[in-house]
């Protein structure tokens, strides 16, 4: 017998051998079969599989943070190249939030303990706008107008209704504020915020919170459950809103790298696009294509894609789960996602940083056409901030059509358009605009926004079906949806996964 064949023969004995351990094969001890954990020689089992975490926003760090305290292996994808989720920002010598950039300490002391862990600053801000001189601009036009201050009735009406918000904040809805609704939602709160406004007898209040709620991204007060707004505008915020409080700013994106740097100490991958969810045998496995990136000698880059697989002990989604999004992950649905996933909606959101000439201590909001509307949901930019006195970018927010397919080069085209006509000093009314080129948009994304269930999915028990989802098929969700869209319930949502299910 020839060396070679000798080799042969002994590796095909240690295979058959390796066969007759109890849950091993040939292809387990290769990796190659799902739902086996296979066995090293001798007779030695592999570890268990991470959990897979499949984004890196908030909620997937948080439940990274929160199993590896456990004792759990993790993996997170995200197919950014930065992790952060929504909390990115453009820096040029001073950073412009395109996600999530305010909070309070009365409301986010979940998102405190993050904050408090890191060295990045944070500095107060009116969301009254009440350091700033702000300006409506109709969006088809580029007209604009000072926005005139609230009568002195309107003031006293609105500060009337404040304690009785409250009231109601704390009658109806603290006791039920929780991840997941797990204590049930009540018929109530399934009305849109502008019946409930109605019903419980405000005037001033649903004028005054219309325009935030549309502004940062939360949706017409006409269709949005109130469920969401008492989650979104605790007594706290809502003081803000009105310029009573001041909250806080700060650059979240750089929060998370410094966070994430400082604790987490399992594997991310970054630039990781999820192309197949395959939950069919004992393990999940994900099926990814990694991007990297090469500087080639002539500065350009050039990009090369990587597919591979990770087994997985079980997965958590850290992202809103539509249809979208789980059809593009390529999940196998089972018949409730099937059934459950389509009821879940985002807004149509998008965030830019544009150099501009329109001066620090100025901004602007989209006209609408009553008080208590909001502006028209076309995509193009409905507020724009200049948030830095050292820096000639603004950042801007836009708001599309909801539950219709918009794409970001529609939405792009819209905000150069928009701009190009109040890109200039409103103060002056002989000043000319200039118009806006591609070079100055530096940053422009597109986001999926709030993800929520409709009135109606919340009156058939949306909720409860969502909870009963949790686990089945060692799969689990963690995102806005778990509370809402914000960075506190991001935390909390996955925080409760972990607590509840690991």
């Not at 994808?77 to 909070?103: M, R, S, T, W």
């Not at 969700?477 to 506190?488: C, I």
């Amino acid at each position: 017998m020839s060396r070679a064949s000798s080799i042969t023969h002994s590796l095909g004995w240690c295979i058959a051998l390796l066969c007759l351990l109890p849950g091993a094969s040939a292809s387990s001890w290769f990796g190659e079969t799902p739902g086996s954990l296979g066995w090293l020689w001798p007779w030695v089992k592999l570890a268990k599989p991470p959990v897979c975490i499949i984004g890196a926003g908030p909620s997937g760090l948080t439940a990274a943070y929160n199993l590896q305290l456990k004792g759990y292996k993790t993996v997170i994808f995200d197919k950014q190249p930065e992790i952060g989720g929504k909390c990115q920002a453009y820096y040029d010598n001073v950073f412009h939030p395109l996600g999530a950039a305010f909070f309070s300490n009365l409301t986010y002391t979940e998102t405190l303990k993050v904050i408090n862990n890191v060295s990045v600053s944070a500095s107060e801000f009116s969301l009254a706008g009440t350091a700033r001189t702000q300006f409506n601009i109709n969006v088809t036009t580029g007209v604009t107008t000072r926005v005139v201050s609230p009568t002195p009735t309107f003031q006293q009406l609105l500060a009337a209704e404040v304690p009785k918000y409250t009231q109601l904040w704390t009658q109806q809805f603290a006791n039920i504020s929780a991840a997941g609704y797990k204590k049930g939602v009540p018929a109530s709160l399934t009305a849109t915020a502008e019946d409930w406004f109605r019903t419980n007898g405000f005037v001033a209040l649903p004028i005054a919170l219309t325009n935030p709620q549309a502004l940062y991204g939360y949706g017409d007060i006409r269709r949005v459950p109130i469920l969401y707004i008492l989650q979104y505008i605790t007594p706290d915020i809502l003081l803000g809103f009105i310029g009573a409080r001041n909250v806080y700013y700060t650059d979240f994106h750089q929060i998370f790298l410094d966070w994430t740097k400082k604790f987490i100490t399992n594997p991310i991958h970054t630039s990781a696009n999820i192309t197949s969810i395959d939950r069919s045998g004992k393990y999940p496995y994900i099926t990814y294509q990694k991007t990297y990136h090469f500087l080639m000698r002539n500065d350009l880059k050039e990009h090369h894609k990587k597919t591979a697989k990770q087994r997985c002990s079980s997965l958590i989604m850290a992202f809103p789960p539509t249809t979208e999004n789980l059809d593009a992950a390529g999940l196998d649905y089972t018949p409730a996602e099937r059934t459950l996933f389509p009821k879940v909606n985002v807004e149509n959101y998008y965030s830019s940083a544009v150099s501009l000439k329109v001066p620090y201590g100025n901004s602007y909001i989209a006209s609408s056409s009553t008080p208590g509307i909001p502006p028209p949901a076309l995509g193009e930019p409905v507020a724009l901030l200049v948030l830095s006195n050292i820096s000639n970018i603004s950042t801007t927010w836009s708001w599309g059509p909801y539950r219709e397919y918009q794409s970001i080069d529609t939405a792009y085209t819209l905000l150069k358009d928009t701009l190009s006509k109040v890109n200039r000093d409103p103060r002056d009314p002989n000043a000319t605009s200039t118009v806006v080129q591609d070079e100055d948009v530096k940053a422009f994304r597109k986001w999926d926004y709030f993800p929520h269930f409709d009135g109606p999915a919340l009156a058939e028990g949306a909720y409860e079906t969502f909870n009963g989802l949790q686990g089945c098929n060692k799969t689990f969700w963690a995102s806005g949806l778990n509370g809402m869209e914000t960075v506190e319930w991001a935390i909390r949502g996955a925080q409760d996964i972990v607590t509840s299910y690991f």
